[in-house]
């Protein structure tokens, strides 16, 4: 029922008419006045998502044709990362909040190292630049090789 109210207030027409059908009488709290059944929708909509609407539509689930008819009536910018590379560059984006308290030299080697390694390393995630820069301060001499033991992927 909401993505179909959804979608009629997106529609590309001149007049955009929301409708919704119900048996029962609507009437406002605030003055008791019924409450029309149809309007017209002058406004703008600007939704926020965590949902791959890409991916969602290429699956043909039950959310697919609903999906694609949001995506066709809208402006659909995708801001999900969904490489490896994606990732790693948002890593670097808040690289400053992420390696507070760490020496530039350690931020510098991980995002390298993990840039090297991105491929092998068992996930890319904050957490794991995490890992790897308390892995960094503690055993500065060999910290490369207890990261490729522990922090790559399971051949």
């Known amino acids: ?40 929708f002058k406004g703008t909509v600007i939704f926020i998502t965590n949902l791959d609407f890409d991916a ?26 969904r490489t490896r590379t994606e990732y790693l560059t948002r890593i670097e984006q808040i690289g400053d909040a ?13 995002l390298e190292f993990m840039r090297e390694y991105l491929d092998e390393l068992s996930e890319v995630s904050a957490r794991m630049a995490k890992k790897l820069s308390d892995l960094r301060e503690a055993f500065s001499e060999d910290w490369r090789e207890m990261a490729m033991e522990s922090c790559f ?3």
Not at 56 to 81: F, Q, T
Not at 98 to 110: I, T
């Open 153 to 155: 992927r399971v051949a």
């Open 1 to 40: 029922m909401s993505l179909n109210l959804l979608k009629a207030a997106l529609d590309s027409g001149k007049k955009r008419i929301v409708s919704y059908f119900t048996e029962d009488l609507k009437t406002s709290e605030k003055d008791g006045s019924i409450i029309e059944k149809q309007f017209e």
């Open 56 to 81: 969602i539509i290429a699956s043909g689930g039950r959310l697919s044709p609903h999906l694609e008819a949001l995506k066709s009536r809208s402006m659909y910018v995708s801001l999900g990362m």
């Open 98 to 110: 992420l390696f507070q308290g760490r020496s530039l030299g350690c931020k510098h080697e991980v």
